[in-house]
């Protein structure tokens, strides 16, 4: 089997990790896949550096240069399928022809409608098969207009890491300035208005009320980190939020973390948490989109029902007051990952898709 996978967007988010694992997955099971990306991408350079074949296009006028890419691949590449792993690759595969060709698969990360036009809709029906990386995605998906028929649900997954160490957590801590008395709460995103940080600024000036050494760490750039900064002024707590931007070794901030919050509004999956879990930190989310597909709510991590400062400062209260609690809390959610949100289980569920539709296409 050979897989083409197309992913144009130039930043690192969840999506294009997923696509690298996918990548270096089916290079585990020898089987082949290439990667189209777009130039200067993150992803594209990581795979590139992993010794996976890229082909570079620019992101161009309608996607057409990566569409003329996909296009002279199909036809000359010996591919048995292609694999579009984000919007734009949609785009860019559909305008190309390849469906006409060989199978099309659409990887679906987003709660977002599908488009109502024509020609979103007619992306959609072409595809073979429409990988939704949850239940409540394929939900979302297939309530806007997508074939149900074509849907299919494969977890986001996570490498499964070693725990890390006492010389590791120290050596974190020191990195953000964290001492031992001192509490740290942290999300790991893009800071957008979505993602609800404005929520744990909110949360953590309420809590140093009774936890006076209560700080919190908010790794990622974008659009909201001005505001973000001025609400922390605002709240009297400048000195307690730490703003880290993009952090690229992001085991730096786990490692230092007491607990991990993810206060996003809409989310399809999250990475992020997956990997929080993973390394044994005791999270909270709130309880919107598919994040109750991840988290068994008193068991694996706790889940709030949202912005209600009250509610998250009394969650992140128990399980900083109850450290049998909140150690309860870690073990299970590394157990809950490992059984159902690994890199492995995501690849395998990756590749029996694949051998379905090419099965499919046989018997046809």
Same mark, same amino acid.
């Given at each position: 089997m050979k897989a083409l996978l197309v992913d144009l967007e130039t930043a690192w988010r969840g999506g294009q990790n997923q696509a690298l694992l996918i990548l270096k997955g089916l290079g585990?099971? $020898?089987? &082949? !896949? &290439? +990667?189209?990306? *777009?130039q200067g991408s993150a992803l594209g350079e990581r795979a590139r550096e992993s010794g996976r074949q890229v082909h570079f296009v620019s992101r161009g006028l309608f996607r057409v240069p990566a569409a003329w890419k996909v296009h002279e691949l199909v036809r000359g590449g010996g591919f048995d399928l292609v694999h579009a792993n984000e919007a734009h690759a949609v785009s860019a595969v559909w305008l190309a022809g390849a469906h006409r060709h060989i199978p099309f698969l659409i990887s679906r990360r987003v709660g977002y409608p599908i488009g109502k036009s024509r020609? @979103? /809709? *007619? /992306?959609? &029906? !072409? *595809? @073979? /098969? #429409? #990988?939704a990386n949850s239940n409540w995605v394929a939900e979302q998906a297939a309530s806007s207009g997508a074939p149900r028929e074509k849907l299919t649900?494969?977890? &986001? $997954?996570?490498? #499964?890491? *070693? +725990?890390?160490?006492v010389a590791e957590r120290v050596a974190a801590r020191s990195r953000w300035g964290i001492s031992d008395h001192e509490q740290l709460l942290g999300c790991v995103g893009v800071l957008l208005p979505d993602k609800g940080q404005e929520w744990l600024i909110r949360a953590v000036a309420e809590l140093r009320k009774e936890f006076r050494g209560a700080k919190l760490l908010l790794a990622g750039d974008g659009p909201c980190l001005s505001k973000l900064k001025v609400l922390a002024h605002e709240l009297g707590v400048p000195e307690a939020v730490l703003f880290t931007g993009f952090v690229k070794d992001v085991e730096s901030v786990y490692a230092a973390l007491d607990v991990f919050l993810l206060p996003s509004f809409f989310e399809a999956l999250n990475n992020s948490l997956l990997a929080a879990m993973a390394y044994e930190i005791p999270c909270i989310a709130f309880h919107r989109g598919a994040l109750g597909e991840i988290i068994e709510n008193e068991k694996s991590g706790l889940l709030v029902s949202g912005p209600d400062v009250a509610e998250i400062c009394q969650a992140v209260g128990r399980i900083l007051k109850d450290q049998r609690f909140a150690a309860s809390l870690a073990k299970e959610g590394r157990i809950r990952v490992e059984r159902n949100f690994s890199a492995e289980r995501m690849v395998d569920g990756i590749i029996r898709v694949y051998e379905e539709v090419l099965g499919s296409k046989t018997r046809h």
């Open positions: 585990a099971h $020898g089987q &082949e !896949a &290439e +990667l189209v990306a *777009a020609a @979103s /809709r *007619a /992306r959609y &029906e !072409a *595809a @073979s /098969r #429409i #990988i649900v494969v977890y &986001e $997954g996570t490498e #499964i890491p *070693a +725990l890390f160490t």
